[in-house]
């Protein structure tokens, strides 16, 4: 499998992440760049995956699966923490 075809799937995953549904309310104002982060948590998570669980020969279905999941949470958990490192005061 091409590394390059792997790399979009995390991407694609980590960008599906951002929009899970969370028990708080979303602050106000705008955020541009949500997806951007989950596309890198979730290229992140899937390539340390990947390295994690090293296929023997050819990369399966499977292989591949369990790394998308991960990037999938990647994009989710990398943008829970930007949004701690961004508490705004409230008055």
């Known amino acids: 499998m091409s590394y390059v075809f792997m790399i979009f799937g995390w991407a694609l995953a980590g960008w599906c992440g951002t929009g899970l549904a969370r ?9 541009p760049w949500r997806p951007v982060w989950g596309v890198i948590g ?3 998570v899937g ?15 499977l292989d591949y699966a369990v790394t998308l999941i991960g990037g999938f949470f990647g994009g989710f958990i990398l943008n829970d923490v930007i949004d701690l490192g961004r508490k705004e005061k409230r008055a």
Do not use: S, V
């Open 42 to 44: 979730g290229i992140a």
């Open 23 to 31: 028990p708080r309310p979303e602050p106000p104002g705008p955020r």
């Open 47 to 61: 390539l340390a995956f990947h390295f994690m669980f090293p296929a023997q020969g050819a990369i399966t279905r």
